[in-house]
């Protein structure tokens, strides 16, 4: 199942699109052209027309401060599941609402077609409070994958989390219709997995391609004009687009531990010694020919020492990939403002038509501050910063 969110300003237009023809007249349910609405808190089951907007906006008009009162989600399934009747669909908004947090919030589900749904929330409830937007498209995805075990769904692939770079959702549909990982995480998981057993191995760059080979990866050096290395692309064999030609993908696109910036150090490893026990002279043998044979026995002793770390490197390379460690995302300083207890003067500032910047330490315009007190020194002594 596949979970698309969005949020805006206003209820009645989304009510519009969603009871429409849509953009590409693709909205339609039971013969008629348009979808209907078949669960939520307001409005009536089988309502066509939209009504249930008017008593969703009533509460989002507590609350003229809230930027993007609307919130908006699409559900929808895959290919192989079944057709989901109406009550079913209302259990799996119900249970990712609970989830989530706005089964309280004003809610109505509408249906397109046999496979997708749509969820209109109001953030603002008849109280006036407000649900806080807070990591929603994680919550969403965790949600999603708690419904899809619930209800015996197609379990659709997870985004990892961590500094990788994720899949597009055309990536991600792909994905879904053909039942498989894509090709960008199958690539980075391969390429990662190399570049580690190199760096536990102490080998270089021709070790690693050599490792790519066998993984049936392909890996372009990229040079610049000035004859350095810039990076690597990589690409699957016999993945190829919609011309035939085939696919790269820079290592940064695959992960930012792929960048050459990343990867340079992890791939130019100290020169390393092997010992070897020198051997005595045998019972009259020459001084040259005992240095010669010392020789042999250490170029032997390096080349065996290669031979081992290049087959312990290849057995690492071949193992499962190990799970992400998890991350949290950085936050949008319009999510911080919204969870922040130090949001001063919302209905001024909306008025000024003044909104914090990235970066600001403070959440209070500078033109909300009387004349006197504009002067830099003050305002940081004032704020305490």
Known sequence: MIAKISRGTSIKGLANYLHGPGKANEHSYDGKTGGAQIGGNVGVEGDTTGGWADEVQEAIDLRPDIDKPVWHMSLRAAPGDP??????????????????????????MVRHAD????????????????????????????????????????????????????????EHSRALASAKTPPREVLADKVRAALEACQDQGLGRMELEALLREQKVLARVNVASTGRVSGYSFGLEGHLDGVGEQVWFKGSQLDRELSWTQMGPRLSPPPRE??????????????????????QMEKQAVIDDLTQRRLAARQAAQRPPKPRPTQQPQRSWYERA??????????????????????????????AFPKPLRAARVVKKVLGL
């Open 338 to 367: 919204l969870t922040s207890e130090r949001r001063v003067l919302p209905l001024r500032r909306k008025r000024l038509g003044v909104t914090p910047r990235r970066g600001q330490k403070a959440l209070i315009p500078w033109r």
């Open 274 to 295: 092997v010992a070897v026990e020198r051997p005595p002279r045998r019972f009259l043998e020459p001084p040259a020919k005992h240095r010669v044979r010392v020789e």
């Open 115 to 170: 496979d997708h749904v749509h969820i209109a929330v109001s953030r603002v409830n008849y109280e006036g409070k407000v649900w806080n937007l807070y990591r929603d498209y994680l919550r969403a995805q965790e949600a999603r994958v708690v419904v899809e075990r619930e209800f015996a769904l197609t379990q659709a692939p997870v985004r990892q989390k961590g500094p990788q770079v994720p899949v597009t959702s055309g």
């Open 83 to 108: 057709v989901l009747t109406d009550e079913t669909w209302r259990d799996i908004a119900q249970s990712m609402g609970e989830q989530m947090g706005w089964s309280e919030q004003p809610w109505a």
